[in-house]
Every structure is written in structure tokens, then in C-alpha cells.
């Protein structure tokens, strides 16, 4: 049973617009969040996380909102650029043990 | 900072051969390293976590006999996938971090077994 969802598998998005990935989770004792972000053949690339006591955090481009009454994340880009075109993996978990990860989001983004 | 590198990046055996695959933290002490595998167009399944100086916790429907994982020093953790069978050619991937229960994991790039 897939604890951590992620129901786009692809989005395209043209270049200096708002990327919106969407995550969703079953398991209400998850109480960390990440963002990956993966290339083909490599391992993934940690973007950005967030804990459980937080509905937001931002790293420059990146933002990442959390809504535990929806069980729901999502990662804004703004302003995208052709370099985030990748697969984003979302990751939830208690602490940064045994993290479970969505599918995958393939972004695509449009010069 | 934060680097974990795996070695070898791509590897291709005989079935019923024996393949070890090294996971490193460059950089920092990696009290825990976790070994994922992924199918293409899958999400990553973790396999195992381990612990420097203990036995790894492998999950539910692997096989520790199978897949051998020995986290030796704080730097350094082995998979061995033993007497390989075609149904294992996979991307695995490993990742680390240090002791703090927030800290993230670092992810190596992974490696490509086939088994012919």
C-alpha cells in the first residue's frame, strides 16, 4: 500500500512561470517531509524538507507548504528554469528514518 | 558538504555470481546508511537500514541472506547480492546520515546491476 502519493507522474511548465508539484500521504505519524529531486541514473538530490511543527519553508526558489489536516504537501518553483526539469520524488517519514517516497513527478520545463 | 558516493556505478554479471556494491559518506560520519532499490518508472523501496556496528533491519520480503549488508565503519557500507539472479538487475541506491533524527538523508548516485 503506497503511503506517500504522488498522482501527476508528469507536468510541463513554461520557463519563468510557477511549478506546483503535489504530494500526498496516509500515514498521520509522519512527521518529516523532503523534496528530491532525481536525474536519470543518479541517486536523487535532497531540495528541501520540512518538520511537522511548520506549514511552510522556503529556500530560495523552492517552497514547501504543508497541510497535516489534508495530509498534503507540495514544492513551488518560482521562477522555473529549464535546469529543474527532472523527476521530483516526495519522501515522508517519522524523523529522517525510513523515509517512504511517492512516484515521482516528471517536470518539464519549456524554455 | 554531504557527499556519498557508490562504487561501482554499473556493474553486469553472470547469474549466480555475486556482486558487492560500496557506499561511502565522503565527508561526514554516517552513524545510519539505508540501501533503496528502484524499478524503472518506480519509486524507491528501501531494503534495509544499518547501523555502524550492527546488524542491519532489512524490511519486509527481503531476503538477508540474499542481499548481505555490512556497515563496518562510520564511512563506509557494503551490499552484496548474492548468487544473482536476472529478476535483480535493478538501480540501487544507497544513502546516509549522522545521528540527528532530523538530519537528512544523502543519497550516493546509485548503481546498475544486470544479471545476464
Known amino acids: 500500500d503506497q503511503q506517500v502519493k504522488q498522482n501527476s507522474p508528469s507536468l510541463s511548465v513554461q520557463e519563468g512561470r510557477i511549478s506546483i508539484l503535489n504530494c500526498d500521504y496516509t500515514n498521520s505519524m509522519f512527521d518529516y517531509f523532503l523534496w528530491y529531486k532525481k536525474y536519470p541514473a543518479e541517486g536523487p538530490t535532497f531540495l528541501i524538507s520540512i518538520s511537522s511543527i511548520k506549514d511552510k519553508n522556503e529556500d530560495g526558489r523552492f517552497t514547501v507548504f504543508l497541510n497535516k489536516s489534508a495530509k498534503h504537501l507540495s514544492l513551488h518553483i518560482v521562477p522555473s528554469q529549464p535546469g529543474d526539469s527532472a523527476v521530483y520524488f516526495c519522501a515522508a517519514g517519522t524523523g529522517a528514518n525510513n523515509l517512504f517516497f511517492g512516484t515521482g513527478t516528471r517536470l518539464t520545463v519549456i524554455p | 558538504g554531504a557527499v556519498v558516493s557508490q562504487h561501482p556505478s554499473r556493474v553486469i554479471c553472470k547469474s549466480g555470481t555475486s556482486v558487492k556494491i560500496e557506499c561511502r559518506s565522503l565527508?561526514?560520519?554516517?552513524?545510519?546508511m539505508f540501501w533503496y532499490r528502484q524499478f524503472p518508472k518506480q519509486s524507491l523501496m528501501l531494503m534495509a537500514t544499518s547501523n555502524e556496528g550492527s546488524k542491519a533491519t532489512y524490511e519486509q520480503g527481503v531476503e538477508k541472506d540474499k542481499f548481505l549488508i555490512n556497515h563496518a565503519s562510520l564511512t563506509l557500507s557494503t551490499l552484496t547480492v548474492t548468487s544473482a539472479h536476472p529478476e535483480d538487475s535493478s538501480f540501487y541506491i544507497c544513502s546516509a546520515k549522522t545521528g540527528k533524527s532530523t538530519d537528512t538523508q544523502y543519497f550516493g548516485p546509485g548503481t546498475r546491476l544486470t544479471v545476464l
Open positions: 565527508d561526514f560520519q554516517a552513524t545510519t
